[in-house]
């Protein structure tokens, strides 16, 4: 079994910054194409971003794009989510996803497991 366990998210005000971590435990199956998703109260879960096996390849929903970064760093098992110029309409649940794959994957359904998720709520 794979374990993903999120950490750092919090409070922060309009225009901060935070990191996120999902550390990555348990089986291993390899190097896996990881994402990050997001859900807010009351709307579905979408992907905020992709990386590929290697960090070679990255995708960002339009919303993120210029404002997060996602990273990985194999040999430690851990995949990174930088936002910075963080917005009210960031706050949401946000976790960790990995696929069986090694391409770049889009939707919740390619995503194999999941994390426990971490709160972000940014005040205006």
């Known amino acids: 079994q794979v374990q993903l366990v999120e950490s750092g998210g919090g409070l922060v005000q309009a225009g901060g910054s935070l990191r996120l971590s999902c550390a990555r435990s348990?089986?291993?199956?390899?190097?896996?194409?990881m994402g990050w998703f997001r859900q807010a109260p009351g709307k579905e879960r979408e992907l905020v971003a992709g990386?590929?096996?290697?960090?070679?390849?990255?995708h960002y929903a339009d919303s993120v794009k210029g404002r997060f970064t996602i990273s990985r760093e194999n040999g430690k098992n851990t995949v990174y989510l930088q936002m910075n110029n963080l917005k009210p309409e960031d706050t949401a649940v946000y976790y960790c996803a990995a696929t069986l794959g090694y391409g770049l994957a889009y939707v919740p359904g390619e995503y194999r497991y999941w994390g426990q998720g971490t709160q972000v709520t940014v005040s205006s």
């Open positions: 348990g089986r291993t199956l390899g190097t896996n194409a």
């Open positions: 990386v590929n096996w290697n960090g070679a390849n990255t």
